[in-house]
T-cell receptor, first 109, second 121 residues
Framework: KNEVEQSPQNLTAQEGEFITINCSYS?????LHWLQQHPGGGIVSLFMLSSGKKKHGRLIATINIQEKHSSLHITASHPRDSAVYICAVRGGATNKLIFGTGTLLAVQP | NAGVTQTPKFRILKIGQSMTLQCTQD?????MYWYRQDPGMGLKLIYY???????DKGEVPNGYNVSRSTTEDFPLRLELAAPSQTSVYFC????????????????????FGPGTRLTVL
């Protein structure tokens, strides 16, 4: 069993829909990251959080430390949101990350 | 700032050949990492470094070597390429500490290079 599990693995949505991607982890962490990887491969950090909730534009990330669970929400989804969204958890002093396998999101116009 | 740069972007190797993947960052980050990304799998840590002169193995170090002679550079060496090393390789860097001024972001997020797509035939 992977230490970081994401669901769903694949998600297709219509433009404008509210999207939720889930991440569960089984290890102790100091922070959780949400990353975005576009076709062509570049990886960009969206959020890093250790408690509560963060919002950036149409993206919202929440984390529940007790339940070892995080969600990434996209409001008013747009085709340009189509990408792979990756959850990663960080523990220890070296900032090493453990990655989930990613969620492939396709937003259709 | 250029951030994290990697060269080459693409490379095809024959079995048994050797090569070095280059990674450079200009953010004065202490920590640097090499990952590989295989289809359907999460990124796996190959090697990491917490500062110049210090390197350590990650999850999947076999078949690779690294060095960290400067803060900026963290090259990854493949000595005897094998088909199992066909993958996309990402270099990343980060720095622990306080929030970066004017950005609102904590400085220990990881910044990724654009990746190197390697095929071993």
């Amino acid at each position: 069993k992977n230490e970081v599990e994401q669901s769903p693995q694949n998600l297709t949505a219509q433009e404008g829909e509210f999207i939720t991607i889930n991440c569960s982890y089984s290890v102790g962490i100091s922070a959780l990251h949400w990353l975005q990887q576009h076709p062509g491969g570049g990886i960009v950090s969206l959020f890093m959080l250790s408690s509560g909730k963060k919002k950036h534009g149409r993206l919202i990330a929440t984390i529940n430390i007790q339940e070892k669970h995080s969600s990434l929400h996209i409001t008013a989804s747009h085709p340009r949101d189509s990408a792979v969204y990756i959850c990663a958890v960080r523990g220890g002093a070296t900032n090493k990350l453990i990655f989930g396998t990613g969620t492939l999101l396709a937003v259709q116009p | 700032n250029a951030g994290v740069t990697q060269t080459p972007k693409f490379r095809i190797l024959k079995i048994g050949q050797s090569m070095t993947l280059q990674c450079t960052q200009d953010m004065n980050h202490n920590y640097m990492y090499w990952y590989r990304q295989d289809p359907g799998m999460g990124l796996k840590l190959i090697y990491y470094s917490v500062g110049a002169g210090i390197t350590d193995k990650g999850e999947v170090p076999n078949g690779y070597n690294v060095s960290r002679s400067t803060t900026e550079d963290f090259p990854l060496r493949l000595e005897l390429a094998a088909p199992s090393q066909t993958s996309v390789y990402f270099c990343a860097s980060s720095s622990p500490g306080t929030a970066r001024p004017n950005s609102g972001k904590l400085s220990n997020e990881q910044f990724f290079g654009p990746g190197t797509r390697l095929t071993v035939l």
